[in-house]
C-alpha cells in the first residue's frame, strides 16, 4: 500500500510539538513546506531524526531540518544517519556551540559532487584501518574521528565520513590511502622537522605550511609507490578519476623528491622555490599538517619515553645478569649497550648488543625503540644509559592508577576513569563515553556480622552443602564402554559367555574415566543504592555469605561487585571479591561492609560487568544482578523510561555476547516494567525479603545445573 | 594411485628434507642424541620445529614416530593397551612403545595439549634411566642407545592452564626455534614454493606486517609454513592478492575486520 504524502499542514502541527514552537518561537512553516515536497517515505526518515535530535537538542534539531531536504538528494540515508548522530555527539561531548559549528558545516561535510553518494562512514571503517596502520611498520598509531584528516604522531585523525565518489568501494580506497600518507609521515620523517619554525621565516607562514605539505605528499606519495606498489596504483586511479594531476611548475620538484634517499630535508629545501607558486591543488588523498598538534605530542612523549627506555634497559641488564650469575663471574660496570637500527624492506628492527653479545629486545623494549628512532631517526646514546637505582620516580614515568576520591576532589574527574556508553532511548542511538565508571574498593569491616549470619542460618547451611555436595561433580570410571583404557574384566566375562551360549556378543568391554569438568564463571551484581538501606542492606549480606559459603564447596570461579554512584560523571562499582581473590577473612569482612550508597544507575555497571566476565575464561557465564526496584539517578533523566531502556539495553548486549544474564528484583510494586526491561534476561520477584538469603544460592544452584 | 602403509619402525626418511640452518641447532641436537638427552623445540606454529625433527631423523638415520598431543591423549595411548581379539586379551603397544623398543625417534609435538597426568609417563624416559614402565604389563622396557625422546611447544599460547611444568620442561636440552631472519625466510620461501626472489622477498614483508598485528587482536603472525603455502598458489598462476587471502588471511583470523585489515595490507603490496 502506497501511502498518502504528508501535506504541510500535517507536518506543521508536528514540528511544532518537537520543536515546542510555543516556547522556542522556531519558524517551522518554511520547515514544513520544504519537507512536503519530498517522498512519504523519505518524510517518514527526516521527521523520526527531527524528533529524535529535538530529545537531545531542539536548536540542533532545527538545524538538521533545514539541511535534511538538501542531503537527502546527496547522500545514501546511512551517512545521513551518521552526520546526524556526529551532530548529537559533538553536542553530548563539547557543548551547543561545537555542535553548530558541525551543522554549519554541512556543505564541506558531504564533500561531494554528485548525488546519491555512498560514503565511508568513520564507524565503519576505523576498525579495519586501524589494525591495517599496526599492520604497517613504525609506532602503533591510533585511529580517532576529527574534523580534518592529520596525524599529530600518535594519532590518525580522520573526518566522519569520506564521500567524494559515488561508490562505497571507491570512498573506503579513499580514506585508505589517507591514512597511508600521514602514516608515512610518521615513518618516513615529515614530523622529525621543526615544521613551524621552517616556514616562520615566509612572509605567510599558512602559505609557506601548504607548500611544503605539498612538497612531502609528492615525496611520500613516491615513497609509497616503491613500498606499496598495490596501493600506490589505486591512489592514481582514484586521482585519474577526480581529474587530479601533477601541475607542470611541479614536476621537476616531484622527480627530485622521488629519489629513494630523499628526505624532508629535500623538501625544506625546496622550499624556497616552491614558495612564490600558486597553492599547490590539493590531492585527494592529502591531509593537513598540524605542526602544533605534532610538537605538543612530541614534547610530551620524549621524556617520557627517555626515561621508559633507560629503565627497561635497566632491568634488561639485571635480568641478564641474573641468567648469567650461575655460569660465569659478574662483569664489571658499567656494560656497553649497542643498538643498531634495521630499516630496510619496509620493516623496522633492532639488533641490541651487550658488550658486543647479541640479546633479544623483548617487545616493550623494541616498541619503545622503534618511537625513539622515528622521533630522531637515530638512537641518541644518552638513550641507551640505563637508568641508576633511583634516578626516576617510576610512578611519574609509568601510568598509575588513580585514587578514584583523589580524582574526584580535582578538576579532572575523567581522569583514568573508563568510559562507558549509554543507550539514549530518545535519541535511539548511543550517547558515546557517557558514564564516567571507576571500580573502588569496599573497606572491610570487622565485626560479628559473618560469625552471626552462619549461626543464625545454621540449619540452612547445612542444607545448602547437602544439596550443592550432590551437584559436585568427579572423577569416576565408568563401566561398560565401547572405548576405554582399560578392559572391563566383568563385562568381557558376561560377552564371553553370551558368545559362548550363541547370544550376541557385547562390544561395550572397557573401563574409561570420566572427568569432572564443570566450567562455569559467574559475576553477581549487588545493588548498593541508597534505597537499600536496613532490610534490605542486611539481607543481601546475608546472601552474599550463604551463596559464598556454596561456591566454595561448587568450585565455580565467581566474582562479586556492588554499584551505585550520582550522576553519569560519578558512576562507582565496588569490589567486593574478584575472580582472582580467595574467599577468605577479608572478602567476608568486606561483604559485612557493604553500605548503602547513592543511586541506581545500572547501564554502566552491567557493561562492565560483561567484560569482565568475557575476559574470564570459562565455558558458561552467567551474570546475576540483584536489585531492590527501578534504575534511578540524582535529579537526571536516568529516572523512568530512560533508565529502563538503558538497562534493558545492557542486558541485551550481555546476552549478545553469550553471557547468561539473569535478575533478582525485591521490587513488589512496579512489576508491570520488569518483563520489558529484562527481556534480555530471566527474572524472579521475591516478594519477602527475608526470603532472600535462602532463594539466591538456590536459584543460583537451579541456573547451573 | 595408492597410498603408502609404512609401520612406525619402517619409517626411515631417505631423501634429504629441506632444512636452512638458522644457528647450532643440528650440532646441539646431534651433542644431545650422542650423550642420550631429551630435545625440547620451542616456538611458534610452523617456524621450522617438524621440518627441522624430519632432518636430523634423516641425519641420524633413525625411523622417525611422531604423536601429536591433544587433551583426550592418555598414558596407554602412549604406552599400550590391552584390546579383545577373539575371545582373548591380546597386549598392543602404543607409539611410544614402539619407539623404544626400535631405538626410534619419538617426538611428542605440542606436549602442552596433552593432560598433564600423561606428561608425567615420559618422566623416566626423560632422565638418565632411560626407562619406560610398563605397569600393566608388570614390565620395565630399558631404552636402547639410539634411541631419542624430542617434544615440542608453542610458549606463545600463554595459557595458565597449558604451560609445562617444571619437572618435565627441566629434563630436556633446549632448542629455541623462531621465524628466521629476512633473508633466510626469502631463500626458505623462494625454495620450497619455486617463486622467485622478488616475490618471495614481497611475501616475507607481507608476514612481517601480519606479525606486527600481533597483539592488536591476532593471535599469531602468519608462519612460514603458510608463506610457503601462499608461494605455492602463486607459482601456479594464482594472482598473489588471492593466493595471500586463501593461504594466510583465513588462515590465521576469522575475525571479519581483522580479515579486511590484512587483506587490505596485501592488495597494497602486490
Same mark, same amino acid.
Given at each position: 500500500?502506497?501511502?498518502?504524502?504528508?501535506?504541510?499542514?500535517?507536518?506543521?502541527?508536528?514540528?511544532?510539538?518537537?520543536?515546542?514552537?510555543?516556547? @522556542?518561537?522556531?519558524?517551522?512553516?518554511?520547515?514544513?513546506?520544504?519537507?512536503?515536497?519530498?517522498?512519504?517515505?523519505?518524510?517518514?526518515?527526516?521527521?523520526?531524526?527531527?524528533?529524535?535530535?529535538?530529545?537531545?537538542?531542539?536548536?540542533?534539531?532545527?538545524?538538521?531540518?533545514?539541511?535534511?531536504?538538501?542531503?537527502?538528494?546527496?547522500?545514501?540515508?546511512?551517512?545521513?544517519?551518521?552526520?546526524?548522530?556526529?551532530?548529537?555527539?559533538?553536542?553530548?561531548?563539547?557543548?551547543?556551540?561545537?555542535?553548530?559549528?558541525?551543522?554549519?558545516?554541512? &556543505?564541506?561535510?558531504?564533500?561531494?559532487?554528485? /548525488?546519491?553518494?555512498?560514503?565511508?562512514?568513520?564507524?565503519?571503517?576505523?576498525?579495519?584501518?586501524?589494525?591495517?596502520?599496526?599492520?604497517?611498520? &613504525?609506532?602503533?598509531?591510533?585511529?580517532?574521528?576529527?574534523?580534518?584528516?592529520?596525524?599529530?604522531?600518535?594519532?590518525?585523525?580522520?573526518?566522519?565520513?569520506?564521500?567524494?565518489?559515488?561508490?562505497? /568501494?571507491?570512498?573506503?580506497?579513499?580514506?585508505?590511502?589517507?591514512?597511508?600518507?600521514?602514516?608515512?609521515?610518521?615513518?618516513?620523517?615529515?614530523? $622529525?622537522?621543526?615544521?613551524?619554525?621552517?616556514?616562520?621565516?615566509?612572509?605567510? +607562514?599558512?602559505?609557506?605550511?601548504?607548500?611544503?605539505?605539498?612538497?612531502?605528499?609528492?615525496?611520500?606519495?613516491?615513497?609509497?609507490?616503491?613500498?606499496?606498489?598495490?596501493?600506490?596504483?589505486?591512489?592514481?586511479?582514484?586521482?585519474?578519476?577526480?581529474?587530479?594531476?601533477?601541475? @607542470?611548475?611541479?614536476?621537476?620538484?616531484?622527480?627530485?623528491?622521488?629519489?629513494?634517499?630523499?628526505?624532508?630535508?629535500?623538501?625544506?629545501?625546496?622550499?624556497?622555490?616552491?614558495?612564490?607558486?600558486?597553492?599547490?591543488?590539493?590531492?585527494?588523498?592529502?591531509?593537513?599538517?598540524?605542526?602544533?598538534?605534532?610538537?605538543?605530542?612530541?614534547?610530551?612523549?620524549? /621524556?617520557?619515553?627517555?626515561? $621508559?627506555?633507560?629503565?627497561?634497559?635497566?632491568q634488561l641488564l639485571e635480568e641478564h645478569a641474573r641468567a648469567q650469575a650461575s655460569r660465569e663471574p659478574a662483569t664489571p660496570d658499567p656494560r656497553d649497550i649497542e643498538v643498531t637500527p634495521r630499516d630496510e624492506n619496509g620493516a623496522l628492527?633492532?639488533?641490541?648488543?651487550?658488550?658486543?653479545? +647479541?640479546?633479544? +629486545?623483548?617487545?616493550?623494549? $623494541?616498541?619503545?625503540?622503534?618511537?625513539?628512532?622515528?622521533?630522531?631517526?637515530?638512537?641518541?646514546?644518552?638513550?641507551?644509559?640505563?637508568?641508576?637505582?633511583?634516578?626516576?620516580?617510576?610512578?611519574?614515568?609509568?601510568?598509575?592508577?588513580?585514587?578514584?576520591?583523589?580524582?574526584?576532589?580535582?578538576?579532572?574527574?575523567?581522569?583514568?576513569?573508563?568510559?562507558?556508553?549509554?543507550?539514549?532511548?530518545?535519541?535511539?542511538?548511543? $550517547?558515546?563515553?557517557?558514564?564516567?565508571?571507576?571500580?573502588?574498593?569496599?573497606?572491610?569491616?570487622?565485626?560479628?556480622?559473618?560469625?552471626?549470619?552462619?549461626?543464625?542460618?545454621?540449619?540452612?547451611?547445612?542444607?545448602?552443602?547437602?544439596?550443592?555436595?550432590?551437584?559436585?561433580?568427579?572423577?569416576?570410571?565408568?563401566?561398560?564402554?565401547?572405548? &576405554?583404557?582399560?578392559?572391563?574384566?566383568?563385562?568381557?566375562?558376561?560377552?564371553?559367555?553370551?558368545?559362548?551360549?550363541?547370544?550376541?556378543?557385547?562390544?561395550?568391554?572397557?573401563?574409561?574415566?570420566?572427568?569432572?569438568?564443570?566450567?562455569?564463571?559467574?559475576?553477581?551484581?549487588?545493588?548498593?543504592?541508597?534505597? @537499600?538501606?536496613?532490610?534490605?542492606?542486611?539481607?543481601?549480606?546475608?546472601?552474599?555469605?550463604?551463596?559464598?559459603?556454596?561456591?566454595?564447596?561448587?568450585?565455580?570461579?565467581?566474582?562479586?561487585?556492588?554499584?551505585?554512584?550520582?550522576?553519569?560523571?560519578r558512576c562507582e562499582l565496588f569490589r567486593i571479591k574478584t575472580f582472582d581473590d580467595a574467599y577468605d577473612d577479608e572478602v567476608r569482612a568486606r561483604i559485612a561492609g557493604i553500605r548503602p550508597q547513592e543511586y541506581t544507575r545500572m547501564g554502566?555497571?552491567?557493561?562492565?560487568?560483561?567484560?569482565?566476565?568475557?575476559?574470564?575464561?570459562?565455558?558458561?557465564?552467567?551474570?546475576?544482578?540483584?536489585?531492590?526496584?527501578?534504575?534511578?539517578?540524582?535529579?537526571?533523566?536516568?529516572?523512568?523510561?530512560?533508565?529502563?531502556?538503558?538497562?534493558?539495553?545492557?542486558?541485551?548486549?550481555?546476552?549478545?555476547?553469550?553471557?547468561?544474564?539473569?535478575?533478582?528484583?525485591?521490587?513488589?510494586?512496579?512489576?508491570?516494567?520488569?518483563?520489558?526491561?529484562? &527481556?534480555?534476561?530471566?527474572?524472579?520477584?521475591?516478594?519477602?525479603?527475608?526470603?532472600? +538469603?535462602?532463594?539466591?544460592?538456590?536459584?543460583?544452584?537451579?541456573? @547451573?545445573? | 594411485?595408492?597410498?603408502?602403509?609404512?609401520?612406525?619402525?619402517?619409517?626411515?626418511?631417505?631423501?634429504?628434507?629441506?632444512?636452512?640452518? =638458522?644457528?647450532?641447532?643440528?650440532?646441539?641436537?646431534?651433542?644431545?642424541?650422542?650423550?642420550?638427552?631429551?630435545?625440547l623445540l620451542k616456538g611458534p606454529t610452523g617456524c621450522g620445529k617438524t621440518r627441522f625433527m624430519e632432518h636430523m631423523a634423516w641425519r641420524l638415520k633413525r625411523p622417525l614416530i611422531t604423536v601429536s598431543c591433544h587433551d583426550d591423549l592418555?598414558?596407554?595411548?602412549?604406552?599400550?593397551?590391552?584390546?579383545?581379539?577373539?575371545?582373548?586379551?591380546?597386549?598392543?603397544?602404543?607409539?611410544?612403545?614402539?619407539?623404544?623398543?626400535?631405538?626410534?625417534?619419538?617426538?611428542?609435538?605440542?606436549?602442552?595439549?596433552?593432560?598433564?597426568?600423561?606428561?608425567? =609417563?615420559?618422566?623416566?624416559?626423560?632422565?638418565?634411566?632411560?626407562?619406560?614402565?610398563?605397569?600393566?604389563?608388570?614390565?620395565?622396557?630399558?631404552?636402547?642407545?639410539?634411541?631419542?625422546?624430542?617434544?615440542?611447544?608453542?610458549?606463545?599460547?600463554?595459557?595458565?592452564?597449558?604451560?609445562?611444568?617444571?619437572?618435565?620442561?627441566?629434563?630436556?636440552?633446549?632448542?629455541?626455534?623462531?621465524?628466521?631472519?629476512?633473508?633466510?625466510?626469502?631463500?626458505?620461501?623462494?625454495?620450497?614454493?619455486?617463486?622467485?626472489?622478488?616475490?618471495?622477498?614481497?611475501?616475507?614483508?607481507?608476514?612481517?606486517?601480519?606479525?606486527?598485528?600481533?597483539?592488536?587482536?591476532?593471535?599469531?603472525?602468519?608462519?612460514?609454513?603458510?608463506?610457503?603455502?601462499?608461494?605455492?598458489?602463486?607459482?601456479?598462476?594464482?594472482?598473489? =592478492?588471492?593466493?595471500?587471502?586463501?593461504?594466510?588471511?583465513?588462515?590465521?583470523?576469522?575475525?571479519?575486520?581483522?580479515?579486511?585489515?590484512?587483506?587490505?595490507?596485501?592488495?597494497?603490496?602486490?
Amino acid at each position: 500500500m502506497v501511502r498518502q504524502q504528508l501535506t504541510h499542514g500535517e507536518i506543521e502541527p508536528l514540528l511544532d510539538t518537537w520543536l515546542e514552537t510555543e516556547f @522556542t518561537f522556531h519558524a517551522v512553516g518554511p520547515l514544513a513546506h520544504a519537507l512536503s515536497g519530498l517522498a512519504r517515505e523519505e518524510q517518514d526518515f527526516v521527521l523520526d531524526w527531527i524528533k529524535r535530535i529535538a530529545n537531545t537538542h531542539i536548536t540542533l534539531a532545527v538545524h538538521f531540518a533545514k539541511r535534511a531536504p538538501d542531503l537527502l538528494r546527496r547522500l545514501d540515508r546511512r551517512a545521513i544517519e551518521a552526520w546526524a548522530v556526529h551532530l548529537c555527539d559533538t553536542y553530548d561531548r563539547a557543548g551547543i556551540y561545537a555542535a553548530l559549528s558541525v551543522a554549519e558545516q554541512a &556543505g564541506s561535510y558531504a564533500h561531494t559532487g554528485q /548525488d546519491h553518494t555512498e560514503s565511508a562512514l568513520f564507524d565503519d571503517i576505523a576498525g579495519v584501518l586501524g589494525n591495517f596502520v599496526h599492520g604497517l611498520s &613504525g609506532r602503533r598509531l591510533r585511529v580517532e574521528q576529527g574534523e580534518a584528516a592529520h596525524t599529530d604522531g600518535e594519532k590518525i585523525v580522520l573526518p566522519a565520513m569520506v564521500s567524494r565518489f559515488p561508490g562505497r /568501494d571507491d570512498n573506503f580506497r579513499l580514506a585508505k590511502a589517507m591514512v597511508a600518507l600521514l602514516w608515512a609521515q610518521t615513518r618516513y620523517g615529515t614530523l $622529525r622537522a621543526d615544521l613551524a619554525t621552517a616556514c616562520a621565516g615566509f612572509a605567510q +607562514p599558512d602559505h609557506a605550511l601548504r607548500q611544503l605539505n605539498a612538497l612531502e605528499t609528492l615525496r611520500l606519495t613516491a615513497r609509497i609507490g616503491r613500498e606499496l606498489p598495490g596501493l600506490h596504483r589505486d591512489i592514481r586511479r582514484l586521482m585519474d578519476a577526480l581529474g587530479e594531476s601533477l601541475p @607542470t611548475a611541479w614536476q621537476p620538484f616531484a622527480e627530485r623528491l622521488a629519489a629513494p634517499d630523499a628526505g624532508i630535508e629535500d623538501s625544506l629545501a625546496l622550499l624556497d622555490a616552491a614558495y612564490p607558486l600558486p597553492d599547490f591543488p590539493a590531492w585527494c588523498h592529502q591531509g593537513e599538517l598540524r605542526p602544533d598538534a605534532v610538537t605538543a605530542a612530541r614534547a610530551a612523549r620524549l /621524556d617520557k619515553e627517555k626515561a $621508559r627506555l633507560r629503565i627497561k634497559l635497566a632491568q634488561l641488564l639485571e635480568e641478564h645478569a641474573r641468567a648469567q650469575a650461575s655460569r660465569e663471574p659478574a662483569t664489571p660496570d658499567p656494560r656497553d649497550i649497542e643498538v643498531t637500527p634495521r630499516d630496510e624492506n619496509g620493516a623496522l628492527d633492532f639488533e641490541l648488543t651487550l658488550d658486543g653479545a +647479541p640479546l633479544a +629486545p623483548p617487545d616493550d623494549v $623494541r616498541q619503545l625503540l622503534t618511537s625513539v628512532y622515528l622521533d630522531f631517526g637515530e638512537i641518541p646514546p644518552e638513550y641507551l644509559v640505563p637508568a641508576g637505582d633511583g634516578e626516576y620516580d617510576l610512578k611519574a614515568v609509568f601510568d598509575q592508577p588513580e585514587d578514584p576520591d583523589a580524582v574526584w576532589q580535582g578538576t579532572y574527574h575523567e581522569k583514568g576513569a573508563e568510559l562507558y556508553p549509554e543507550w539514549d532511548h530518545g535519541r535511539q542511538h548511543y $550517547r558515546k563515553n557517557w558514564c564516567t565508571m571507576r571500580e573502588k574498593a569496599v573497606t572491610p569491616v570487622y565485626d560479628d556480622f559473618v560469625r552471626d549470619t552462619l549461626a543464625k542460618h545454621a540449619g540452612v547451611v547445612r542444607h545448602l552443602r547437602r544439596r550443592f555436595e550432590a551437584l559436585r561433580d568427579e572423577n569416576r570410571f565408568e563401566k561398560r564402554q565401547t572405548q &576405554g583404557d582399560e578392559i572391563d574384566l566383568d563385562a568381557l566375562v558376561e560377552a564371553l559367555a553370551d558368545a559362548h551360549d550363541g547370544r550376541e556378543m557385547s562390544d561395550r568391554l572397557f573401563v574409561r574415566l570420566h572427568r569432572a569438568e564443570r566450567n562455569i564463571a559467574v559475576a553477581f551484581l549487588v545493588d548498593m543504592s541508597g534505597s @537499600t538501606k536496613g532490610w534490605i542492606n542486611d539481607a543481601e549480606r546475608e546472601a552474599l555469605i550463604l551463596l559464598c559459603e556454596a561456591l566454595e564447596l561448587l568450585g565455580d570461579r565467581y566474582a562479586i561487585y556492588g554499584f551505585s554512584g550520582t550522576t553519569r560523571k560519578r558512576c562507582e562499582l565496588f569490589r567486593i571479591k574478584t575472580f582472582d581473590d580467595a574467599y577468605d577473612d577479608e572478602v567476608r569482612a568486606r561483604i559485612a561492609g557493604i553500605r548503602p550508597q547513592e543511586y541506581t544507575r545500572m547501564g554502566f555497571a552491567l557493561r562492565h560487568m560483561t567484560r569482565l566476565l568475557n575476559a574470564v575464561e570459562a565455558k558458561t557465564r552467567v551474570l546475576v544482578t540483584l536489585s531492590d526496584g527501578r534504575p534511578d539517578d540524582y535529579f537526571d533523566v536516568y529516572r523512568g523510561e530512560y533508565g529502563v531502556e538503558d538497562t534493558r539495553m545492557a542486558l541485551l548486549e550481555a546476552a549478545r555476547t553469550g553471557i547468561h544474564p539473569f535478575c533478582i528484583t525485591l521490587d513488589r510494586e512496579a512489576r508491570d516494567y520488569l518483563p520489558h526491561m529484562y &527481556g534480555a534476561a530471566r527474572f524472579i520477584i521475591i516478594d519477602d525479603v527475608r526470603q532472600l +538469603p535462602l532463594k539466591v544460592t538456590d536459584i543460583y544452584r537451579r541456573l @547451573t545445573t | 594411485m595408492t597410498a603408502h602403509t609404512l609401520t612406525p619402525e619402517s619409517h626411515f626418511i631417505d631423501r634429504e628434507p629441506y632444512y636452512e640452518t =638458522v644457528g647450532d641447532e643440528i650440532a646441539i641436537f646431534e651433542a644431545a642424541y650422542r650423550n642420550r638427552l631429551p630435545v625440547l623445540l620451542k616456538g611458534p606454529t610452523g617456524c621450522g620445529k617438524t621440518r627441522f625433527m624430519e632432518h636430523m631423523a634423516w641425519r641420524l638415520k633413525r625411523p622417525l614416530i611422531t604423536v601429536s598431543c591433544h587433551d583426550d591423549l592418555t598414558a596407554s595411548d602412549l604406552v599400550g593397551r590391552y584390546l579383545v581379539k577373539g575371545g582373548e586379551t591380546v597386549w598392543v603397544d602404543g607409539p611410544l612403545t614402539r619407539a623404544v623398543r626400535c631405538g626410534g625417534i619419538c617426538y611428542l609435538d605440542e606436549i602442552v595439549e596433552a593432560r598433564k597426568d600423561t606428561m608425567v =609417563v615420559i618422566h623416566p624416559l626423560a632422565d638418565d634411566r632411560r626407562e619406560l614402565p610398563m605397569e600393566k604389563l608388570g614390565q620395565l622396557l630399558q631404552a636402547p642407545e639410539e634411541f631419542c625422546l624430542a617434544i615440542s611447544y608453542n610458549p606463545g599460547y600463554q595459557s595458565v592452564l597449558k604451560d609445562l611444568k617444571q619437572s618435565t620442561r627441566q629434563r630436556f636440552v633446549a632448542l629455541e626455534f623462531d621465524y628466521p631472519a629476512a633473508e633466510l625466510e626469502r631463500r626458505i620461501v623462494a625454495n620450497e614454493s619455486g617463486v622467485d626472489a622478488a616475490m618471495a622477498e614481497k611475501l616475507v614483508k607481507f608476514a612481517q606486517m601480519t606479525r606486527n598485528l600481533k597483539g592488536s587482536g591476532l593471535e599469531e603472525g602468519a608462519s612460514t609454513r603458510l608463506l610457503v603455502h601462499a608461494g605455492k598458489l602463486i607459482a601456479s598462476s594464482v594472482d598473489p =592478492v588471492v593466493a595471500c587471502r586463501s593461504a594466510v588471511a583465513q588462515a590465521v583470523t576469522d575475525d571479519a575486520d581483522m580479515l579486511a585489515a590484512i587483506q587490505e595490507l596485501s592488495s597494497s603490496l602486490f
